[in-house]
């Protein structure tokens, strides 16, 4: 069984950083690929950054250039860095992934519960 735990949000000002973690626990080899959403209240859920097997990151217009998706292989965790946070940013940030579960290939996609980033202005 597969698990993914977001955590590293908070509040912070404006201007400020957080650096999210998106832990996978069980049966997990590697973790593949990695996306990260977002959810402000009232709104749809929308893509901020995406990791794709090959190491390519894509990003959110609205993200370039002040968050960074990266993940550690070792440690089986994945992270978002955000600086120049804004309080547009604030919102509750998922994480899904593919993850690598048996030698023989198989994988496991799935997403975690959440991390609350409020950013005061």
């Known amino acids: 069984q597969v698990q993914l735990v977001e955590s590293g949000g908070g509040l912070v000002q404006a201007g400020g950083s957080l650096r999210l973690s998106c832990a996978a626990s069980?049966?997990?080899?590697?973790?593949?690929?990695m996306e990260w959403y977002r959810q402000a209240p009232g709104n749809q859920r929308e893509l901020v950054a995406a990791?794709?097997?090959?190491?390519?990151?894509n990003y959110a217009d609205f993200v370039k250039g002040r968050f960074t998706i990266s993940k550690d292989n070792a440690k089986n965790t994945g992270y978002l860095q955000m600086n120049s946070l804004k309080p547009e940013d604030t919102a509750v940030y998922y994480c899904?992934?593919?993850?690598?579960?048996?030698?023989?290939?198989?994988?496991?996609w799935g997403g975690g519960q959440g991390t609350q980033v409020t950013v005061s202005s």
């Open positions: 899904n992934a593919e993850c690598l579960i048996s030698d023989n290939g198989m994988t496991w």
């Open positions: 069980g049966t997990v080899l590697r973790i593949n690929e």
């Open positions: 990791l794709t097997r090959d190491g390519t990151t």
